[in-house]
Antibody, heavy 122, light 110 residues
Framework: EVKLLESGGGLVQPGQSLRLSCAAS????????MSWVRQAPGKGLEWVSA????????HHASSLEGRFTISRDNSKNTLYLQMDNLRPEDTGVYFC???????????????WGQGTLVTVSS | QSALTQPASVSGSPGQSITISCTGT?????????VSWYQQHPGKAPKLLLY???KRPSGVSIRFSGSKSGNTASLTISGLQAEDEADYYC??????????FGGGTKLTVV
């Protein structure tokens, strides 16, 4: 069974950093691109970042203004999201999701993890 | 990249059919057949319902179907059931901006 389990969320103050992790199991991790998608409280979904199955090639939503970095460790079957200079508007649940192929281009997201809550507040 | 436009809410009775629209632009839905739909129950993770506009993953009921015309994609749910009550999101590949989601539609089965 394919499983994705996020961790690392919590309460931080504006300007601080946080690193999220997503542990994958049940499939060959390096064969799939991976993405992060977030959801502000009571709001819709917003795509955040994506990374190629082999790592190296990454994409981020332009709205992030370079504050977030996606990475992966295929030896540990783990996806990461480094979030710097956090703002209150970054508050929400962060989901990791598997892309259908090695690249997330032209892909879909399936499955999704259960999400981890990030709260940015002073 | 602006979010795709979905109706905020739709409703239907058990056994009926409903359609949720998802309107984008020539930069996303109108230019690519990479539209997917997701179902999200409260407090749960989104679940893939359709991909590439019309394709159903294994395990998804045939009651869910998709279509596209111009810049608008649609999700139709036939034979509504109580468990279909959830939020539904469309998504489209956009090229340079990669992925954009709709604002979500809350389906109420009355």
């Amino acid at each position: 069974e394919v499983k994705l389990l996020e961790s690392g969320g919590g309460l931080v103050q504006p300007g601080q950093s946080l690193r999220l992790s997503c542990a994958a199991s049940g499939f060959t991790f390096s064969d799939h691109g991976m993405s992060w998608v977030r959801q502000a409280p009571g709001k819709g979904l917003e795509w955040v970042s994506a990374i190629l199955g082999g790592g190296g090639s990454t994409h981020h939503a332009s709205s992030l203004e370079g504050r977030f970095t996606i990475s992966r460790d295929n030896s540990k079957n783990t996806l990461y999201l480094q979030m710097d200079n956090l703002r209150p508007e970054d508050t929400g649940v962060y989901f990791c999701a598997r892309c259908s192929g090695r690249s997330c281009l032209w892909s879909w997201f399936d499955p999704w993890g259960q999400g981890t809550l990030v709260t940015v507040s002073s | 990249q602006s979010a795709l436009t979905q109706p905020a809410s739709v409703s239907g009775s058990p056994g009926q059919s409903i359609t949720i629209s998802c309107t984008g632009t020539t930069s996303d839905i109108g230019n690519y057949n990479y539209v997917s739909w997701y179902q999200q129950h409260p407090g749960k993770a989104p679940k893939l319902l359709l991909y590439d506009v019309t394709k159903r993953p294994s395990g998804v009921s045939i009651r869910f179907s998709g279509s596209k015309s111009g810049n608008t994609a649609s999700l139709t749910i036939s034979g509504l059931q109580a468990e279909d009550e959830a939020d539904y999101y469309c998504s489209s590949y956009t090229g340079s901006s990669l992925w954009v989601f709709g604002g979500g539609t809350k389906l109420t089965v009355v």
